[in-house]
């Protein structure tokens, strides 16, 4: 073969390395696909106006919006907040909302170590002694107890029973149901130095969980 021949074959096999280096160069300067990562959100709750809950999802892990409510003027059902009461306690720092139709009684005598000690009580027959109170007790946690310590010393392996986790109002508890005379639907938050202990007593044919519920959406912390 003459050198006519030879070089053409040389130019060629140099412009296809070429090219081929040049794609390889483009190939590695495109940024690596990385698949998204996968989050796994904490498994609480958060108790909206409606008596309904929301918990964390997404991206971010964030609550979604509750669902609204619109209630009529005329309306008196407790889905309608409109003319609740508010107890505001500045000592102790924290206030709720109420339905204006519900008695409160605070606890004024013998009240053990309550820091506060109240009761909520709907319309009932006097007669009745069966129905549904809402409780609200704060007391000091002068011996720096667990929500789960807290819980078997007010009933035995209290720390045993199911827990859902729940965020009041940026602050995180734990809602159980108690056994006893009555089942209590409880909500448990620690706070600085302070246990709240926020319960209704359910019995059959009640119907003041959803109240109590709308009551746990109206909880502020004001310190």
């Known amino acids: 073969m003459n050198s006519r ?6 130019v060629v096999a140099i412009l296809a390395l070429a090219l081929t280096g040049l794609g390889l160069f483009i190939y590695l300067q495109k940024p690596a696909f990385i698949p998204p990562k996968q989050v796994a959100c904490t498994q ?5 106006p409606d008596g309904t809950s929301v918990g964390r999802s997404g991206p971010n892990c ?3 919006a509750c669902p609204a409510i619109k209630p009529s003027p005329e309306s008196t059902s407790s889905a309608d907040m409109t003319n609740w009461k508010t107890y505001t306690n500045q000592n102790l720092g924290y206030s709720f909302r109420y339905p204006f139709m519900y008695s409160l009684v605070a606890c004024t005598i013998d009240c053990g170590q309550m820091l506060d000690d109240l009761t909520l009580s709907p319309p009932h027959d006097q007669a009745n002694i069966h129905y549904e109170n809402i409780f609200i007790n704060v007391s000091a946690n002068s011996t720096g107890k667990t929500i789960n310590s807290y819980l078997d010393g007010v009933v035995m392996d209290g720390n045993k029973i199911p827990k859902t986790q ?3 109002d940026g602050q995180q508890g734990v809602r159980v149901n108690l056994p006893g005379e009555f089942d209590y639907d409880t909500v448990i938050i620690i706070k600085g130095n302070k246990i709240f202990d926020l319960r209704l007593n359910k019995v059959t044919g009640g119907s003041e969980e959803l109240t109590f519920s709308q009551i746990l959406s109206t909880f502020k912390f004001i310190q």
Do not use: D, L, R, S
Not at 5 to 10: D, E, M, T
Not at 44 to 48: D, G, L, N, R
């Open 62 to 64: 964030e609550f979604p």
């Open 5 to 10: 021949g030879v070089v053409p074959i040389i």
């Open 166 to 168: 729940i965020i009041i």
């Open 44 to 48: 609480e709750a958060k108790i909206c």
